[in-house]
């Protein structure tokens, strides 16, 4: 049984304006895309499962280029395109997604951009042709 969509969208929407911070996770002070998907797990489930390393925020990074997937496939479920959705992106052609995203109605997403921070904004044809996996939480 996956987290009911509308609780998962109010979580996330209790973020939108938070900073963009790389590998921070602190809701109103700063977080990066993967940061609220943490957030969003704490509000629904308590602690977080595991402790997570440091990342680069470069998506060229390729020692780490499936963790973002890795740890998806460990943690949330296989999902459809559906409002609570996590969705998984990949950019600039990269082997693997690198940048995460809420799904909160059909064409509309929230996520952390560097230099917008948390928004709500639209899965534009070119934001939704880099969607690469679809995941809901458990």
Not at 23 to 38: K, N
Not at 70 to 82: K, T
Not at 116 to 133: H, T
Request: charged fraction near 20%; proline fraction near 7%; aromatic fraction near 8%.
């Amino acid at each position: 049984m996956s987290a009911d969509a509308e609780t998962v969208i109010a979580a996330a929407r209790t973020w939108l304006g938070t900073p963009y911070r790389h590998q921070a996770s602190t809701l109103g002070v700063g977080c990066d895309c993967l940061g609220l998907l943490r957030g969003v797990w704490r509000a629904l489930y308590g602690q977080e499962p595991v402790r997570l390393p440091p990342y680069r925020a470069d998506i060229r990074d390729i020692a780490n280029a499936g963790a973002l997937l890795a740890a998806a496939e460990r943690w949330l479920l296989p999902a459809e395109v559906a409002p609570g959705a996590v969705l998984l992106f990949r950019l600039n052609r990269a082997v693997a997604p690198k940048h995460c995203g809420i799904l909160v109605a059909e064409g509309r997403f929230i996520h952390a951009q560097e230099g917008l921070g948390v928004v709500e904004a639209n899965l534009s044809p070119s934001w939704g042709k880099r969607v690469d996996r679809v995941f809901g939480f458990p």
